[in-house]
């Protein structure tokens, strides 16, 4: 077994990504790292490769620096060398992350083994580490070094008496190092007593290996201490590795297994694998049973009083069968004032949620009824023990507990006939028998006076797995920042922070809430407020179980991808000798970006471009802004892409919003103008008409109205599950569809038309307002309010760069 290198493929998902976030920048960041490390042949990389590393940008997802890491990972680049290369380029920040968070200092993996042996037999005595770069051994029996003993393991071979004494093994790295443990090699004499040990006895175990104690099944409370233990006798030493659910457990390589404060997600089968050079046995499989830490007993089994068709259940099962988000941000309002922060918050939320393996659908700018029916649809998604998320962000109310989502077409005078009941679509998310329903709230809570309807939702189901996260507190308004294009709100500036974190869902939210508690700029003006009747440890990291029913699960998902398929790259030949190649990717689900590059150019011409025109009726493209050689000059304020093909290669590239209006294929015409160089003052001009089908949400219609169905078994009996020609006829659809997705293939999306009822309500008025408290007016740099302010819709000056603790 070779000494491990501490390579990029060992950092964390999230110590990547952290990392490929500080290297997205143009003056230190990617690129000039490509150029370091290209110092070493094996990590040259080619032009496309680069290319390929930049384009990453047009995804929503996608981070040109976290891809070339993932390129320096399959190269197996160490971190030693990483690390030396972001020094050349003085890049302080990832120096500094590197250094502190990630490289580790030298660690044993495996300590050496004292061994009492007959006199004549082999002792190996094995010593094994871990560290940032290469490591080096040395050998020493007391103060003496051990000829030869300059390798992980020190061989004697055969034993004599004056080999007897203590061993120690010295692990180096450059100019640091440590020390093993000391063992013991003692001889034994006839009738098992060892040399110099009067009355001891060790049965000899020159061959094979044993286990002589194996571990025991426990049942335990959440917060007790888990303690196993596996003891084997062998020679070579043997070594260890624990195993949960047939899945090895990191850094668990000792022959006993502790963990402190355990919790029901360390529930499930555990086994250890006992093994050198030789052999190889296993122990038994034991398994260990968590409950709550509030029961009494080891009983937690319970069923509810009265009938039921649930039977018994075991609290603080924490896995999901699916996890799906419906993500939802509404800047553009028709008749309010317009916002910033949303297209920032659902992009960073939708790139979090899909590394904790959430099914996202990210959607910008829905008038009423795309919100009634992307929610139809996003219920559809969701089954039983599914963990649905749904997060807006945009303007907002509550009146009387009841909080309104307000879409963009809402008019100047609103109510909730206008806007979408949040209560509402809990109840129909229950009806789903879903594990989990978290909905974060990005918007105002201030009272809407004009709308004295006092709601009556139906009765929700008896569960324990509700969790509502507000933005801002009741009667409160929530505050985006005035920074660039690009700013999060508040709330999504602390809440991407602690996403990632493998806590159970509420203690995640209170975590955000101190942090939020902790910003002078904020307190007294926004803070989060957390409702929760969640009564098992869910987390949004829990893991993902299969479903019972494996075709219906492959059906949803299939389903799903037809609905974030985008159009596939083609090359289009024009007869003048020029080749035109159209590009596509997705922003959001219901973004597009097309891009033209001329791949040929006959010699006789001097210059071309390709661009695009006369678009299918529906979709938003600003004419002003399409055929841009940059994406932000084409109204991408997301993505930054730095063309990295030569100039004669040139790109241009055209913004595609509202795709879930468009109600036929979206066609639109590839114009070429050149020009030939023995005729400079002429153009001439080719056209080709190209039809790219519905891509994306397109295929959804959103913008027809939805019937809703009354009950969970007519919504899974409109999904025609288990249908094979439906099943076969998606396959057939996908068979030459390139599939880009927002989040990875998720459940179903059908096709349910017809208007939902609204909720019925008296006492209405029409004159909505909202306006800023005093304090705001008197704060000498007050953050953008996320409301409906009556007084001016000026920008409010701001700089989040004033915020502790912020990016």
Not at 258 to 268: F, L, M, S, V
Not at 715 to 727: H, K, T
Not at 731 to 760: F, H
Request: some cysteine; aromatic content about 8%.
């Amino acid at each position: 077994m070779e000494d491990k290198i501490l390579g990029v493929e060992t950092l964390s998902e999230t110590e990547l990504n952290r990392l490929g976030y500080m290297l997205d920048n143009l003056e230190c960041g990617w690129k000039q790292l490509a150029k370091a490390v290209a110092e070493q042949p094996q990590f040259c990389y080619s032009d496309k490769e680069l290319t390929d590393c930049s384009i990453k940008v047009l995804s929503p997802h996608g981070s040109p620096g976290r891809y070339l890491l993932a390129l320096l990972a399959d190269r197996r680049c160490s971190l030693a060398f990483l690390l030396q290369c972001l020094k050349k380029i003085e890049h302080r920040e990832a120096v500094g992350f590197l250094s502190t968070h990630v490289m580790e200092h030298i660690n044993i993996t495996l300590q050496p083994q004292s061994q009492r042996v007959t006199e004549g037999s082999t002792v190996v005595l094995s010593c094994r580490a871990v560290g940032p770069v290469e490591l080096t051994y040395q050998w020493f029996r007391g103060k003496d070094e051990m000829p030869g003993g300059s390798g992980p393991e020190l061989v004697l071979n055969p034993v004599s008496p004056s080999q007897q004494g203590h061993y120690i093994c010295r692990v180096s790295s450059g100019d640091k190092y440590i020390f093993s443990s000391w063992v013991h090699v003692r001889l034994l004499r006839s009738g098992g007593a060892s040399a110099g040990a009067s009355g001891s006895y060790f049965p000899s175990s020159t061959s094979g290996l044993y286990i002589t104690q194996q571990p025991r099944p426990q049942v335990l409370m959440e917060g007790d201490t888990l303690y196993l233990e596996c003891v084997a006798q062998a020679n070579p030493p043997p070594q260890f590795q624990w195993f949960l659910n047939k899945l090895p457990m990191p850094k668990c390589s000792r022959s006993f297994l502790k963990i402190p404060c355990i919790t029901t997600a360390d529930r499930g089968t555990y086994t250890c694998r006992v093994y050198n050079l030789y052999h190889e046995m296993w122990s038994d499989q034991v398994q260990i049973n968590i409950g709550p830490g509030s029961s009494s007993d080891v009983s937690w089994e319970t069923t509810e009083v009265g009938t039921s068709d649930a039977g018994p259940r075991q609290m603080g099962d924490c896995c999901a069968t699916d996890k799906v988000a419906l993500l939802m941000g509404n800047m553009n309002y028709l008749h309010h004032r317009q916002l910033r922060a949303p297209m920032a918050d659902v992009h960073e939320l939708t790139n979090l949620l899909r590394q904790l393996d959430f099914k996202v659908v990210s959607l910008l700018d829905l008038n009423w009824q795309e919100m009634h029916s992307a929610v139809t649809e996003f219920l559809l998604l969701l089954d039983r023990g599914v963990y649905g998320l749904l997060y807006f962000a945009g303007h907002g109310y509550e009146n009387y507990g009841n909080s309104f989502m307000v879409p963009i077409d809402a008019p100047a005078s609103y109510t909730f006939k206008q806007c979408l009941w949040v209560q509402d679509v809990l109840q129909r998310m229950q009806e789903r028998q879903t594990g989990l329903n978290v909905f974060l709230l990005d918007m105002c809570r201030k009272r809407n006076p004009n709308d004295e309807s006092i709601p009556q939702p139906g009765p929700l189901r008896v569960t324990a797995n509700i969790v509502f996260g507000y933005a801002t507190c009741v009667d409160a308004e929530a505050f985006e920042v005035n920074k660039d294009d690009l700013s999060n709100g508040i709330f999504m500036s602390f809440l991407k922070k602690r996403l990632m974190e493998p806590e159970k869902v509420t203690v995640l939210l209170d975590k955000v809430a101190e942090d939020m508690g902790r910003c002078k700029i904020t307190r007294g003006r926004q803070a989060l407020e957390l409702r929760s009747n969640l009564s098992e440890r869910r987390a949004l990291t829990d893991s993902i179980q299969a479903p019972t029913c494996q075709v219906t699960a492959s059906t949803r998902n299939l389903q799903w991808a037809i609905a974030h398929v985008i159009p596939q790259s083609r090359c289009l030949q024009f007869e003048c000798g020029v080749k035109v190649q159209l590009g596509f990717a997705a922003e959001f689900s219901n973004i597009m970006i097309i891009y033209t590059r001329i791949l040929e150019t006959p010699k006789d011409i001097s210059s071309c471009s390709a661009q695009l025109s006369d678009f299918t009726e529906g979709p938003e493209i600003d004419l002003k802004h399409s055929n841009q050689e940059s994406l932000r000059e084409a109204g991408s304020l997301l993505l930054n892409l730095d063309d990295l093909l030569p100039v004669e290669q040139p790109r241009l590239f055209t913004r595609i919003s509202a795709l879930q209006r468009l109600k036929k294929e979206l066609s639109f015409t590839v114009c070429l103008h050149y020009k030939y160089a023995n005729l400079d003052e002429e153009a001439f001009l080719e056209e080709q008409r190209v039809t790219v089908g519905k891509p994306l949400v397109s295929k959804l219609n959103l913008h027809e109205p939805r019937l809703s169905p009354a009950s969970s078994s007519e919504l899974q009996m409109s999904s025609i599950m288990e249908s094979s020609s439906f099943s076969e006829s998606f396959r057939a659809n996908l068979s030459d569809s390139n599939l880009s997705y927002i989040g990875s293939p998720s459940t179903s999306w059908s096709y349910c038309q017809g208007p939902r009822e609204s909720p019925t309500y008296t006492g209405l008025k029409n004159e909505p307002e909202e306006t800023i408290s005093p304090e705001f007016l008197e704060s000498e740099e007050p953050p953008a309010i996320k409301s409906l302010p009556s007084t001016s819709s000026e920008e409010l000056p701001f700089k989040f760069s004033n915020l502790p603790n912020s990016i």
